[in-house]
């Protein structure tokens, strides 16, 4: 090899390994699916590893540029390795890497602009920079005078084989992703909500008709048809399923019918309007009465309810539950508000002021206008996967009142223009049949114009997270995915998702219903309203209650009954305050900002005299330590090491360098997270650091002020926190 030969083999070489990193760098893009996993791999090892990988295919490709300018051997510009087809060597090869050069180098010029730059843009670079490879490729199979050699005509076929496998493998994946979730059991006619909006369910003998639904129902007119069948008394009907029991298989339940049989429904679409000549009367709340009836009995593991004075509207008061029973529930709040433009269903929200009461208090119209401005049909979910340990106000809620909250599901659906909606719900063998046999006698009542599909959440911290429940909708695990696109852009299947808590579907319900000026009569101008809370009190005791908003925190925990040294506000991503600070502050964010904490789900705790709160928040970043989805740096590393060190600094003799490495751990983690558990897991230790002060010191000395106050007496938890137990793939679905 002589020096005017080196630079030739020189531009080969690294021509060729460019072609082959070009290729994995490809080959990641195409495989990696939306959560940006691999198998076996997180989602912080795939991004790294395609970033390195990338960088290094673009250092070849410079280097092959540059040798191959510089090589004696041809006369080749370095504006014709930038200005495509104008090199007088081989001007159709040379022309095919400057268009490939070109393309690269838009996407890495974009990428670092990509915060100055529209996401549209910046996805049009970045789709269009795939063609950069085949361009690549059919550079090199043109340019290679030697590609008969049998090594380097293997490499490149392998190499086009590997993408379009790939490529092959990935379409395939796309059409069975777009299929949503399994529902809780296969299809089965005797359930018409797993039915596809249009579809009816088929014909069964007159035997296995179902009874006749209520009188007066708005599904009938006067002027229909007479049936065939007629049941002299009720000794003839056919056998009817229980409340809260699933008929069998057999058991069909056909198309509903009037209540002496003589009379049919109109065929008509979901959401059509009834012709002129089929105006009926909309029947008063009394006169929905049927066989819908059922008992609303509380699970004993859940806290009892309560409600403050005037604040009656998502609980019903004591006694007068109306569970599944559909019509208890329209006698409670009345029929379904007559079909508007879904602006003026957002528009009124918009006045009401109401914001999500799942945690971030978003403006609800604000999103709900996105969702409806999104390209394509938008999909609305009700989530109800209450991740939170401490809290139970969603549970109660969709035992208590699920009508309300489907109510609010079928509005919201009609607001933002979507033909699909899911009620997304922890796993619960109770919550679930409730929840079914709601649906069934709203589809047997039509009170529905599209169905609602019950889908169930596991059971983990991060289920509920927007872009994780988007994943288990569409049939994927329950991990949360990166924060771009956002879930209202593209949610499940691709589509515009709305995701609302089920709490704030049941204001949306009553917002339809009364208006925005009944809404502000409870709350503040700034935060309207009334809002579940889940209080647990320092005496042990625990309950869900609903309170309007600024309602002095002291009055929800009654502090002034209980001694308590901290409360903490929002639950286990929220924060500790002071008891005395928190006894002068309303129920209300703009209070609670100031104090370093929120309302987020509702979870209010006081904290006893006779507790250590060190102990009892390491216990709680143990098991968030644990719920981490391992998708990042922050979640794999950081939260196990923090937890590990906040549990020696809760212990009798920490080391020296305990309270410093997690002041420094929870700097290094804030921000950098692929989804916001994180975050909140620092708030909690930066808040608990601040609180409980006094007793770090009285840790780094050897004793506990808490022991001392029980008098050395171990005691359990106080804080609900579940067994830590090591998560396998299949506990995300």
């Not at 049936?227 to 057999?250: I, K, L, M, N």
């Amino acid at each position: 090899m002589t020096s005017s030969t080196a630079l030739w083999y020189a531009s080969r070489a690294t021509g060729v390994v460019a072609l082959v990193l070009l290729t994995v760098v490809v080959l990641l893009g195409i495989l990696v699916n939306r959560q940006g996993r691999l198998p076996g791999l997180p989602r912080f090892a795939v991004t790294g590893l395609h970033r390195s990988i990338s960088l290094l295919a673009v250092a070849f490709l410079a280097v092959h540029v540059l040798t191959a300018v510089a090589d004696p051997y041809v006369t080749i510009r370095l504006i014709a390795a930038v200005v495509p087809f104008t090199s007088g060597y081989e001007p159709f090869a040379i022309g095919l890497g400057a268009v490939s050069l070109d393309l690269i180098a838009a996407l890495i010029v974009t990428s670092l602009l990509r915060a100055h730059l529209g996401r549209r843009l910046w996805r049009a670079v970045h789709w269009l920079a795939y063609a950069s490879y085949p361009v690549a490729l059919l550079h090199s199979v043109t340019s290679a005078k030697d590609l008969r050699s049998g090594g380097l005509l293997a490499l490149t076929a392998a190499c086009a084989l590997a993408v379009a496998a790939a490529t092959c493998y990935r379409a395939a994946a796309a059409r069975s992703a777009r299929r949503p979730a399994s529902p809780l059991a296969p299809p089965d006619p005797a359930f018409p909500e797993r039915l596809p909006p249009n579809a009816r369910p088929p014909r069964s003998p007159p035997a296995a008709q179902s009874p006749a639904p209520p009188a007066g129902s708005p599904r009938w007119r006067a002027n229909a048809r007479p049936s065939r069948t007629e049941y002299p008394d009720d000794r003839h009907r056919p056998p009817q399923p229980q409340p809260r029991q699933r008929p069998g298989r057999g058991a069909h339940r056909p198309r509903p019918r009037h209540p002496d049989d003589s009379r049919r429904p109109p065929r008509r679409r979901p959401g059509q309007r009834p012709g002129r000549g089929a105006r009926r009367r909309r029947p008063r709340a009394a006169e929905r009465t049927g066989p819908m009836t059922g008992t609303a009995t509380l699970p004993s593991s859940w806290p009892a309810a309560a409600a403050a004075p005037g604040a009656h509207r998502l609980l019903p008061p004591a006694g007068q539950e109306p569970g599944a029973d559909l019509a208890a529930h329209a006698r409670a709040h009345g029929p379904l508000p007559r079909a508007r433009r879904g602006r003026a269903l957002i528009e009124e929200i918009r006045s009401a002021g109401l914001t999500g009461r799942g945690g971030a208090a978003f403006p609800v119209a604000v999103k709900m206008t996105a969702v409806a401005a999104g390209r394509g049909r938008p999909v609305v979910v009700g989530n109800g996967a209450e991740g939170e340990p401490a809290s139970h106000k969603d549970k109660h809620l969709l035992w208590v009142s699920p009508h309300l909250v489907l109510d609010g599901l079928l509005l919201a659906a009609r607001a933002v223009g979507a033909r699909r909606a899911y009620l997304y719900a922890h796993r619960g063998d109770r919550l679930h049949r409730r929840l079914a046999e709601a649906l069934a006698q709203r589809s047997a009542a039509g009170w529905d114009a599209i169905a609602v599909t019950l889908v169930a959440a596991p059971p983990r911290f991060l289920a509920g997270e927007e872009s994780a429940l988007a994943s288990r909708v569409a049939g994927g695990p329950a991990r949360p995915t990166f924060k771009h696109p956002r879930v209202v852009e593209r949610g499940v299947g691709g589509a515009p998702t709305l995701v609302q808590n089920v709490e704030t579907l049941g204001h949306v319900a009553l917002i339809a219903r009364h208006g925005a000026a009944w809404f502000r009569q409870a709350g503040t101008a700034a935060e309207p309203g009334t809002m579940l809370v889940t209080a647990h009190r320092a005496d042990g005791a625990s309950r869900v209650s609903e309170v309007p908003l600024s309602t002095p925190l002291a009055s929800v925990l009654e502090l002034g009954r209980e001694p308590a040294q901290a409360v903490l506000a929002g639950g286990y991503h929220g924060a500790w305050i002071p008891a005395a600070q928190a006894a002068a502050l309303p129920l209300a964010n703009a209070a609670l900002r100031p104090a370093g904490a929120s309302l987020g789900a509702g979870v209010l705790a006081a904290l006893p005299p006779g507790r250590c709160g060190l102990a009892e928040t390491a216990r709680v970043l143990r098991y968030l330590a644990a719920e981490s989805a391992g998708q990042c740096g922050p979640c794999l590393n950081g939260l196990p090491r923090i937890a590990a060190a906040f549990t020696e600094l809760a212990g009798p003799a920490p080391g020296p360098r305990c309270l410093p490495d997690l002041e420094r751990w929870s700097g290094l983690v804030t921000g950098r997270g692929a989804c916001h558990h994180p975050d909140g897991t620092v708030r909690l230790v930066a808040s608990a650091l601040r609180v409980f002060r006094g007793e770090i010191d009285a840790h780094l000395h050897g004793r506990c002020p808490a022991a001392a106050v029980r008098g050395g007496a171990a005691l359990a938890s106080f804080l609900p926190v579940p067994a830590v137990t090591p998560l396998s793939p299949q506990d995300w679905r």
